[in-house]
C-alpha cells in the first residue's frame, strides 16, 4: 500500500515555528518529486514548496521563501517542512503529495502528484 501520512500541525503564536513531517511507506522518496500544499477554508490549495529528489531542486512559494525549508530523511523515508516565523496568513491545512518529477516549479504551482496524504492543521493565532 502507498501511503503518506503528515503530522506535526498544531497552534503556535505568530512568529513561531513548527515542523512538519510527511512518512511515506509503500515506495521511497528519493528520486521522486515530493510537495507540500495548504489549503485554507474558502481558498484554493496551494503550493509552498516542493524538491525533485532525482536531481535536488528545490522550489517554494513567494510567500514563504525565506521562512520555510524542505528537506528528506532518506533513512526515515520521511519529508519535513521547517516552517520559521509562522504568520496568520499561514494558517490552513498542509498536505504532502509525491510523484514522478517531470518539472518540479510546474508541478508545485499545479499540484499535478499523483499520491497525497490527508493533511494536517496548522494554526498560527494569538
Known amino acids: 500500500q502507498v501511503q503518506l501520512v503528515e503530522s506535526g500541525g498544531g497552534l503556535v503564536q505568530p512568529g513561531g515555528s513548527l515542523r512538519l513531517s510527511c512518512a511515506a511507506s509503500g515506495f521511497t522518496l528519493d528520486y521522486y518529486a515530493i510537495g507540500w500544499f495548504r489549503q485554507a477554508p474558502g481558498k484554493e490549495r496551494g503550493g509552498v514548496s516542493c524538491?525533485?529528489?532525482?536531481?535536488?531542486?528545490?522550489y517554494y512559494a513567494d510567500s514563504v521563501k525565506g521562512r520555510f525549508t524542505i528537506s528528506l530523511d532518506n533513512a526515515k523515508n520521511t519529508v519535513y517542512l521547517q516552517m520559521d516565523n509562522l504568520k496568520p496568513e499561514d494558517t490552513a491545512v498542509y498536505y504532502c503529495?509525491?510523484?514522478?518529477?517531470?518539472?518540479?516549479?510546474?508541478?508545485?504551482?499545479?499540484?499535478?502528484?499523483?499520491?497525497w496524504g490527508q493533511g494536517t492543521q496548522v494554526t498560527a493565532s494569538s
Open positions: 503529495a509525491a510523484g514522478p518529477p517531470i518539472d518540479i516549479q510546474a508541478m508545485c504551482r499545479l499540484g499535478t502528484f499523483g499520491s
Open positions: 524538491v525533485d529528489n532525482s536531481d535536488s531542486t528545490t
